[in-house]
C-alpha cells in the first residue's frame, strides 16, 4: 500500500497514515523499509514524489550516509525520462537470462529422472526374472522329490 504524504509551502511534510510531520530522513527509513511513498503538494494536489525522493538522496548525501555513484547521477541525468523504461527493459531482459539459465540447469536433472526411471524399470525386471527362475528352481527340486 502507498504512504501518502503531503508537502505543505513551508516544506513541511506531513504523514496522513500517522497524522504527524516528518523528515525526510524518515522518508528515506521508510523507502529502505520497502514502504512506497506518494507526495503530493497541498495546494496544488500535484505529485512532487519524484522530486521529493530526490531530496531524500541530496539530504543522505550531504549527511554522508549514502550515495549513488556518480556513474548512476550522469546516467539518470542522460536519459531523464527514459530511464524508467530502460530499466524496465533492463529488468526483463535480465529475468529471460534467468529463466534461460534456470532452464539449462534443469536439462541435466530431468535426464537424470529419466535415467532413474528406465533403470529401475529394468530393475524390476530383473526382479521379476529372479523370482521366476526362483519360482521354477522350487518346482524342479518339488519335482524331484516327489
Known sequence: MVRLVKRYGSR???????????????L????????????????????????????????????????????????????GGRWVSSGVDQVQS?????????????GPVRKAREETAVLREKLEQLEASLAEMSAGDDEVNHDRRD
Open 28 to 79: 528515506g527509513a521508510w523507502v529502505r523499509d520497502g514502504q512506497e511513498i506518494r507526495v503530493i503538494d497541498n495546494e496544488s494536489n500535484e505529485d512532487v514524489s519524484a522530486q521529493t525522493l530526490t531530496q531524500v538522496i541530496l539530504e543522505e548525501g550531504r549527511k554522508g550516509s549514502s550515495f549513488p555513484p556518480t556513474e548512476i547521477l550522469h546516467e539518470m541525468i542522460r536519459r
Open 12 to 26: 513541511k511534510l506531513y504523514d496522513t497514515e500517522e497524522s504527524r510531520y516528518v523528515s525526510l530522513e524518515e
Open 94 to 106: 535480465t529475468m529471460d537470462k534467468l529463466l534461460v539459465s534456470s532452464l539449462d540447469r534443469l
